[in-house]
């Protein structure tokens, strides 16, 4: 089982780029398939970005697409670099991991979530 622990959420303004790490322990997450997710007040949990094992396949919302990117720095920390941001970004992020290979944009697929860490986005 893997523990995930999110970092680097705060406030940012309009325009500013972000970098939000996930952490494992407890197991490497080389072995597990990666996502994003975010949780603005009031709506759903939403797909932002996910990637496989192996870090050549990625995928991204239509909403991020072009502005973030999702990668491994090492065997535990996966990243998520935000560029341009919008007030539209803000949200609870949370990582997830999964034990099949595919990027998911589904949150049912991932069998472990880290706490969330909060991106303000500030007009």
């Known amino acids: 089982q893997v523990q995930l622990d999110e970092s680097g959420g705060r406030l940012v303004q309009v325009g500013g780029s972000l970098s939000l790490s996930c952490v494992g322990s407890?197991?490497?997450?080389?072995?597990?398939?990666m996502g994003w997710f975010r949780q603005a007040p009031g709506k759903d949990r939403e797909f932002v970005a996910a990637?496989?094992?192996?870090?050549?396949?990625t995928r991204y919302s239509d909403s991020v697409k072009g502005r973030f990117t999702i990668s491994r720095d090492d065997k535990n920390t996966v990243v998520l670099r935000m560029n341009n941001l919008k007030p539209e970004d803000t949200a609870v992020y949370y990582c997830?991991?999964?034990?099949?290979?595919?990027?998911?944009?589904?949150?049912?697929?991932?069998?472990?979530w880290g706490q969330g860490t909060q991106v303000t986005v500030s007009s």
């Open positions: 997830a991991a999964k034990f099949l290979n595919q990027p998911s944009e589904a949150a049912s697929a991932y069998e472990f």
């Open positions: 407890g197991r490497t997450l080389s072995t597990y398939g």
């Open positions: 990637i496989n094992w192996s870090n050549d396949r």
